[in-house]
């Protein structure tokens, strides 16, 4: 039988590459005890250098395992990083792998160090919210963390393919996309600038692992258009995106029924009537999978002039929302647009917090030009400049 329960042929079980430096081994000999339980269920088959043989090219072993292997685990340290050959050889033709759709790779941040900026940077790494294995009180409850992470994607890929018996598993390209649920949300149409904005944004939720980030400014100032262009690049990096407008004043727990059976694969249909309840089983899915959360025009449930974003009457649960989101620990983002800072993000946001805002200004003069010469409008300096600052 497969994890499901079904009755299908015997399934090879997916190959594992270890690419670690040696002064790791003691931490990779954790990892692998961690793994066993797959490697006995018959779902991974893990490798590492020190499975050569006396007598066997040690390259040519390397070479032939790293180019079978479905999913790559970089066990990330100052060692790794230093190691010509780990960061060199055996990083960049994992990352061409991956690329490729042949493999997956998965980084494992075992020991504090620098690797922002590094080819393997935008994927998203175990443990949550990329905390160093060394840095955790419980060790052990880091290496559950990081097993967890891995036999998500294990499953993931015998339960999307069971039709296939598992004698051969496709190319990950060849896997279904993301799932995505925008509700009615209008397309953003051509979007110009805010190459800042949407950098900054991105190194915030991808690298940095904010939990809640908001969006503010004034009305037309671009905060849904800009937030829509943000989410197709951001999509890679997560399972679930859901979004939805707050426009119309839905309550929350209309948005609560729609997202959390979204994101729980339709696991979770019938869900609590208490709210806090609905919050902490939100909190449980946004811990066990990586999901971008997108609440556009938050201004409509605050009454409107509030020097202190009060609440509309009716709608104080959505603090309660952000207030959860914002402190408890998950590897998810909430992603928010609104013409006032609700209170609750300017009580927890930080310059380097999990909880940040982004005050959005108006575009530049050439962005400004940008726009209208998409619209076959045309003038001098400084009149498009003038135009543009109105």
């Known amino acids: 039988m497969d994890i499901l329960g079904q009755q299908t042929e015997p399934a090879s079980p997916i190959q594992v590459f270890f690419s670690y430096a040696h002064e790791d081994?003691?931490?990779?000999?954790?990892?692998?005890?961690?793994?066993?339980f797959l490697e006995q269920q018959g779902y991974i088959a893990g490798w590492n250098d020190r499975d050569i043989q006396a007598g066997q090219e040690w390259q040519e072993e390397i070479d032939s395992h790293l180019n079978a292997a479905q999913i790559i685990l970089l066990l990330i340290s100052s060692d790794f990083m230093a190691s010509k050959y780990c960061s060199s050889i055996e990083m960049t033709k994992a990352m061409e792998r991956h690329q490729a759709?042949?493999?997956?790779?998965?980084?494992?941040?075992?020991?504090?160090?620098?690797?922002?900026?590094?080819?393997?940077?935008?994927?998203?790494?175990?443990?949550?919210?990329?905390?160093?294995?060394?840095?955790?009180?419980d060790r052990d409850e880091a290496f559950l963390d990081v097993e967890q992470g891995i036999r998500k994607v294990v499953q993931k890929f015998r339960t999307q393919h069971d039709h296939l018996a598992f004698s051969k598993l496709p190319r990950l390209s060849e896997l279904p996309d993301l799932k995505e649920d925008w509700g009615e949300a209008p397309d953003p149409g051509q979007f110009y600038g805010r190459e800042k904005e949407l950098n900054d944004l991105k190194q915030w939720i991808v690298d940095e692992h904010c939990r809640m980030v908001a969006v503010v400014g004034i009305g037309g100032i671009g905060k849904s258009s800009l937030v829509a262009t943000l989410a197709k690049p951001l999509r890679e990096s997560f399972e679930y995106v859901f979004g939805r407008s707050l426009q119309n004043t839905p309550s929350l727990q209309s948005i609560l029924q729609d997202c959390i059976p979204f994101i729980s694969d339709q696991r979770q249909i019938r869900l609590p009537e208490?709210?806090?309840?609905?919050?902490?089983l939100l909190i449980q899915y946004l811990r066990d999978y990586r999901c971008l959360i997108v609440l556009d025009n938050f201004e409509s449930i605050l009454q409107a002039g509030s020097h202190n974003s009060q609440y509309r009457e009716g709608y104080k649960e959505y603090g309660k929302l952000l207030q959860h989101v914002g402190q408890s620990r998950h590897q998810s983002c909430l992603l928010l647009t609104s013409r006032e800072k609700p209170k609750e993000v300017a009580d927890l946001e930080g310059v380097v917090g999990p909880v940040r805002s982004m005050p959005l200004?108006?575009?530049?003069?050439?962005?400004?030009?940008?726009?209208?010469?998409?619209?076959?409008?045309?003038?001098?300096?400084?009149?498009v400049a003038e135009l543009v600052h109105r």
């Open 274 to 280: 208490d709210v806090d309840e609905q919050l902490d």
């Open 101 to 137: 759709g042949e493999a997956r790779v998965i980084p494992i941040i075992l020991r504090p160090t620098d690797w922002q900026g590094a080819p393997f940077s935008k994927l998203q790494a175990l443990p949550t919210n990329a905390k160093p294995i060394t840095r955790w009180t």
């Open 25 to 36: 081994e003691n931490l990779k000999i954790e990892l692998e005890k961690h793994l066993s």
């Open 361 to 383: 200004a108006g575009l530049s003069p050439v962005e400004g030009q940008e726009i209208l010469n998409s619209k076959g409008l045309f003038g001098a300096d400084n009149t």
